[in-house]
């Protein structure tokens, strides 16, 4: 049985959120000032999110983590240790918010940790924000649809059914952040300064030559961890409360192959250049390549792209390829990755 099965919480409301969507569309900006708390505020998606409400003059920002002195502050910004075990320093975090950013989450293997962090740490994120009316958004992943393929559902059209134990405490996260009238965020797959996973894995496999694993034709969902910082930023400008209670894919509206994505990737150099004349990865005996469950397997060798117009017919649909690395990116991941022979 799915968890969606089990409970209504894991849909979107279809009435609900057409309603809303026009409201949103409609809304002007709001001129108030309004305080962010961003929960995990120096990861992969923290930092990207925190740079965007940098630029927002009308907005001051709790930058919380658990190594503050590691934010760069501005003006308008401060940066506060974050203890998801412990209530009440948490809900001195988020005592003056008017917003809750939620990229507090743990990705490892640890199955204590998963629930700790993701379940009973998100219930006690949510547990403070309510006792100030502070509206939570928190950023999940789509990994809780379980098994693909996936070929442009809309929320509405998948049930929640997490393989891992890592997906199944993301869901549960979902439940209890949706069942108290916050936002649900869900990218696909995510890449920019910062990734330590996507790309990088991407471009080991085809780098390295190993077994083939990436289907070229295969079709995804991606989005920049830049432009989902600026969509969290127009989110917020534009009354995310209006979405209340919903969740939402959060991606690039164009899918893109898994073969112009190497491609782009050869271009900036971070995969042998004759990766362009054959998009797929070779099978040579005694390669290494990362090691990677099933599921994970699953993400690069068949189709996963979803809808994302529910959230872009109220944000406006961004500008540009799904797909297209700045050269600070490209700068970014050669350093990290080491640039492949030509």
């Not at 948490?90 to 917003?99: G, N, P, S, T, Y």
Request: charged residues 15%; aromatic residues 4%.
């Amino acid at each position: 049985m799915s968890l969606s099965s089990m409970d209504p919480q894991f849909n979107v409301n279809a009435t609900s959120l057409a309603g809303q969507q026009r409201e949103l569309h409609n809304a002007a900006e709001c001129g108030d000032a309004r305080t962010v708390a961003v929960l995990g505020a120096t990861g992969f998606l923290g930092r990207a999110i925190l740079a965007e409400l940098k630029q927002q003059s009308r907005v001051d920002v709790i930058a919380a983590c658990r190594q503050p002195q590691s934010v760069s502050t501005s003006e308008g910004m401060r940066a506060v240790h974050l203890n998801l075990s412990d209530p009440a320093s948490l809900r001195a975090v988020v005592a003056d918010a008017d917003w809750v950013v939620h990229v507090a989450n743990y990705i490892g293997r640890d199955a204590e940790l998963m629930t700790r962090v993701n379940v009973e740490g998100t219930r006690a994120i949510v547990a403070a924000a309510s006792e100030v009316n502070a509206m939570v958004l928190y950023i999940s992943t789509t990994s809780v649809y379980g098994h693909g393929p996936f070929r442009g559902q809309s929320e509405l059209e998948i049930s929640i059914a997490p393989v891992s134990a890592l997906s199944r405490s993301r869901a549960r996260a979902e439940e209890l952040v949706l069942a108290a009238n916050g936002v649900v965020l869900r990218p696909h797959l995510t890449y920019g300064i910062g990734d330590r996973w996507f790309i990088p894995t991407l471009s080991k496999l085809v780098g390295s030559g190993s077994e083939a694993i990436v289907d070229s034709a295969a079709v995804t969902s991606v989005m920049s961890v830049r432009s989902l910082g600026q969509l969290v930023r127009e989110l917020i400008e534009r009354r995310p409360g209006l979405l209340a209670g919903n969740a939402l894919h959060a991606s690039h509206p164009q899918p893109v192959a898994f073969g112009q994505i190497i491609g782009s990737l050869a271009q900036n150099r971070l995969v042998p250049a004759a990766t362009l004349a054959n998009a797929s990865i070779l099978d040579k005996p005694g390669s290494a390549r990362p090691k990677l469950t099933g599921h994970q397997i699953e993400l690069l060798s068949t189709d996963h792209w979803f809808s994302s117009e529910a959230l872009w017919s109220v944000i406006g649909h961004p500008q540009g390829p799904p797909f297209s690395l700045s050269a600070k990116e490209a700068l970014w991941y050669q350093q990290h990755l080491g640039a492949p022979s030509r």
